[in-house]
């Protein structure tokens, strides 16, 4: 899982703002959204509370789940850890911003195709942790399924279905992409 190690010019802008609430700007899913946080807000916090996107889960609140995964510059991070000033004017990917036209992304059509869950409350973490994965290998082994989702527990134990939901996933993502 990527950090969100802000640059040392970056942390002076963050050390400088607060300690009330700061207007700042977050690009989720490609929209830009205005909010008032104060410098401790973390980003998951600020999407489920402040925006009202309530699909990155909170569970631990202590970056050990994943349950809050979500893409932060194409890379995935536990939303819990990363402070929402550090993502200012950075692309935020969300479960949100999967699907298009009402239609679902051919992530979670595999998720659902493979029954790769059982509660459901670690899905949209591990479905953001597979796009990622999927970003930078279209065609992954299962070994680079297993080392990609390391990061995101399954407390219901539905991994081998979810192994199988990516390997499918590809797939689905595959002929869509010759399709277009
Ligand atoms: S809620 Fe963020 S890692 Fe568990
Ligand atoms: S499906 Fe319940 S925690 Fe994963």
Redesign the pocket.
């Known amino acids: 899982m990527a950090t969100t190690k802000a640059p040392r010019s970056r942390k002076l802008k963050i050390a400088a703002r607060g300690p009330g609430k700061t207007p700042i700007t977050l690009i989720v899913n490609g929209e830009t959204r205005e909010v008032l946080v104060e410098p401790r807000r973390t980003l998951l916090d600020a999407l489920r509370k402040d925006l009202g996107l309530t699909g990155a889960k909170k569970a631990c609140d202590e970056g050990t789940c994943g349950a809050c995964t979500v893409l932060l510059d194409g890379k995935p991070i536990y939303a819990c850890m990363a402070l929402a000033l550090e993502c200012e004017g950075r692309a935020i990917e969300t479960i949100e911003g999967l699907a298009r036209n009402g239609k679902l992304h051919p992530i979670q059509q595999a998720f659902i195709e493979e029954d790769a869950?059982?509660?459901?409350?670690?899905?949209p973490g591990?479905i953001m942790s597979v796009k990622a994965l999927l970003n930078e290998n279209p065609k992954p082994t299962l070994e680079d399924v297993k080392r990609a989702l390391s990061g995101n527990?399954?407390?219901?134990?539905?991994y081998p279905k979810?192994f199988k939901a990516a390997l499918r996933a590809a797939k689905l993502l595959e002929s869509r992409n010759a399709q277009e």
């Open positions: 869950l059982q509660c459901g409350f670690c899905t591990q527990l399954c407390r219901c134990g539905a979810i």
